[in-house]
């Protein structure tokens, strides 16, 4: 029995530490996916200040993972979107582990302190407070391993964030409608090029979760239904025609891409829900076996 919960100790220890140091490239590094299509887009672009923002973000990289500096200097809030299997040893330590982690790699990394509570107003210089980090779950039944994908949501890219539910009738005009209204409103404040994520479901909780969900996608990956891959086009070409250009400074694309999730719906009404990524678009994802082992899917960094 002592045996048993020395050999658990060990483990939260040893997925602890791997998780802060996974923050911490989080934080550092750009997914691959987001790297080249900043790459491409700074080719495409034609307007000169354009194209010296996407020389300054390029060098902004380079000077990050020389120095093993976080890229941007606003933390966000951390938020982790996990698939855990059912039979994943440390099922029910997974939430303080992640905790800890945050905590850790804000000191080791370090990390900007980032989380005030509510109300109270004061900052708790870990990068946790009440109910953070935020953590969504998914049971993956017949399943030993584990995904995390680990994501800082800026105060910036934040902002554009928004949900309703449509007027009956409004149909999915009123979803585009909607989508653009968001955009030409708060784009700009979001640090474009930005990845947009969409959710359409029924009520603004399951939209909202589905337009997170939505920016975990890789860059350039299409839904798999024919009709909502329409919308993810159309929407590209729409918000690409504001011309934000990067850093809101006017240019030839307003986006990253655009990714559509979406659930079965009630019959009368549509939930749709906006949440944005910004040029700096901080997630990572991390696959680990019931033995601890892992791979990093999305970095080609290491820890
Ligand atoms: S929007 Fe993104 S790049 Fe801009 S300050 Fe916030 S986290 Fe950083």
């Known amino acids: 029995m002592t045996e048993c919960i ?22 550092i590094e750009l997914p691959k996916d987001v790297e080249d299509k900043l790459a491409s887009l700074a080719k495409e672009e034609t307007s000169r200040l354009g194209k010296v923002v996407y020389e300054t973000m390029q060098k902004n990289q380079e000077a990050a993972k020389e120095l093993r500096r976080p890229c941007c200097q ?5 938020q982790f979107l996990i ?33 005030v509570q509510t109300f109270d107003e004061y900052n708790t210089g870990l990068n946790v407070g009440f109910r953070t980090p935020s953590i969504f779950w998914e049971i993956e039944p017949d399943s030993d391993e584990l995904e995390i994908y680990t994501y800082m949501a800026g105060g910036g890219c934040s902002l554009p964030g928004k949900a309703m539910v449509l007027m009956p009738g409004e149909g999915y005009e009123g979803v585009v409608k909607f989508v653009l209204d ?13 990845l947009v994520g969409v959710g359409v479901a029924t009520s603004v909780e399951t939209a909202a979760l589905l337009s997170k969900k939505a920016l975990m996608r890789p860059v350039g990956s299409e839904n798999p239904n024919e009709k909502a891959h ?7 070409d729409g918000i690409n025609k504001i011309g934000l250009g990067p850093q809101g400074l006017n240019g030839a694309k ?8 979406n659930a079965a719906r009630h019959p009368s009404t549509i939930g749709v829900a906006v949440n944005v990524g910004c040029w700096s678009h901080r997630r990572g994802l991390i696959k680990f076996d019931k033995n601890l082992n892992y791979e990093i899917l999305t970095h080609e960094g290491e820890l």
């Not at 307003?254 to 999730?261: A, K, L």
């Open 6 to 27: 020395q050999i658990v100790n060990e483990d939260v220890k040893k997925m602890t530490d791997i998780m802060s140091k996974f923050i911490g490239l989080v934080g």
């Open 182 to 194: 968001v955009m030409t409103s708060y784009g700009l404040n979001a640090c474009p090029p930005l």
């Open 83 to 115: 698939k855990c299997g059912e039979n994943f040893p440390l099922m029910g330590k997974l939430e303080s582990i992640l905790r800890e982690a945050v905590i850790d790699s804000t000191k080791v990394t370090p990390l900007r302190h980032n989380s």
């Open 230 to 236: 329409l919308l993810e086009t159309l929407l590209e």
């Open 254 to 261: 307003s986006v990253m891409g655009v990714n559509v999730e």
């Open 74 to 78: 606003d933390t966000g809030v951390l």
